[in-house]
């Protein structure tokens, strides 16, 4: 088969890597891919956006089956566009990537499938909404409706800063149209975990479980990020415990859609809080997470393909998936100043080194200068995973892999996986 993945980060690595492990794999695109990918398929500038040039790219290349990466195609409609042409795409429909697109349309499918979720209510003018927070309790939680680069929810702690987010979303416009629509919701506590699903609308298949960390610091410090870091399993829910969440919070929402012709194919991305009063969803993502899967996928026994094929084709003829019995971690290696502003261009050292510890360095955001060397092309630099026995193999694994690289400005989280292994005492 020849299959194209389209992205350009770390998840688009980890999906390539996992797509090139499989027997039924003849070659693989990536557009437009990143250096890392580049040692393993072909990588093809283009824009990710540019839904005719990708259509054609995967008519005249004969493209078997195009797996998206991330969330913007699909909710601009790549698959609606790819289905139209007879082509094979793993990914959900426009329609259904509103999940993702649209916190109000999210709202209202878990309302109508009976979803646990926040308490909320959803504004189209400012003023409303204005009024509505400073009649609220704190802290709250302001969405932007539409996509908002991660950016689009802010925990507010009083009324005056409810009111400040409210101008810059409804006044100065800080993300166009997307924000000019927002849901306000109660504000939840309690540990926070991705539930993903791959589906064909029919099946569901849990993924192995996993822990992101967005926020940049230690400690879960200072601003939120794409994710800094992620390891899989999540040992503190177990696989009956995942069974039951996904039963929860991503079947109500892949059969109710189906019922109501909405189906959803691809992967479902419940973000939960397991607050005391049970799990809440708090967001759906239409595609797998990034880094979760730099984690996630390294840990899948079963060849993915032909799980992603049946996806596509709407066929899924099992409901498992196998994994190995192991643990993994994955360190996001960020540029000096991400999630704000950062240089690029600048030189990384190491990665065979940290290669030959065992690890396997995904890239994210690097590229190669007019010299020939890998320089920095992003806020998320590199994604670095180790697998081990136990959590701990893996962390003490990732971190010495991480050891070996370096470039100016890196930064990086020394406490990945903390809640459950405690702080490491040596960094
Ligand atoms: P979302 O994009 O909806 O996942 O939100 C981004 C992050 O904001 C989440 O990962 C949570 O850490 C936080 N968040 C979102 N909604 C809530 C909420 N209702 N209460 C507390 N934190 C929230
Ligand atoms: N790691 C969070 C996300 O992919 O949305």
Known sequence: MNILVIGSGGREHALVWKIKQSPLVKKIYAIPGNVGIAQ??????????????????????????????????????????????????????????????????????????????????????????????????????????????????????????????????????????????????????????????????????????????KRVNDGDLGPNTGGMGAYSPYPLLLDADIKALVKQTVEPIVYGMGENGIPFRGILYAGLMLTEHGPKVLEYNVRLGDPETEAVLPRMKSDIVPLLLACAEGNLKTDRCEWHENAAMTVVLASGGYPGTFEKGIEIFGLQEAENSGAVVFHAGTSKNTSGKIVTAGGRVLAVTASGETLLDAREKVYAAVSKISFRGMHYRRDIGYQILGVPSNR
Do not use: W
Request: net charge negative; glycine share 10%; with cysteine.
């Open 40 to 213: 393993i398929a072909e990588c093809v500038p283009g824009n990710v956006e540019d839904l005719d040039f990708l259509a054609d790219f995967a008519t005249k290349q004969k493209i078997d089956l195009t797996v998206v990466g991330p969330e913007l195609p699909l909710v601009t409609g790549i698959v609606d566009q790819f289905q139209s042409l007879g082509l094979k795409v793993f990914g959900p429909s426009k329609r259904a990537a509103q999940l993702e697109g649209s916190k109000i349309f999210a709202k209202a499918m878990m309302q109508k499938f009976g979803v646990p979720t926040g308490a909320f209510e959803t504004f189209t003018e400012g003023e409303k909404a204005k009024a509505y927070a400073i009649e609220s309790e704190y802290p709250l939680v302001i969405k932007a409706d539409g996509l908002a680069a991660g950016k689009g929810v802010v925990i507010v702690q009083s009324a005056e800063e409810a009111v400040s987010v409210l101008n810059d979303f409804f006044n100065k416009k800080i993300f166009g149209d997307a924000g000019t629509k927002v849901v306000i919701e109660e504000y939840l506590e309690g540990p926070e975990v991705s539930i993903l699903a791959l589906t064909d609308g029919k099946i569901v298949i849990p993924l192995a479980s996993s822990q992101d960390h």
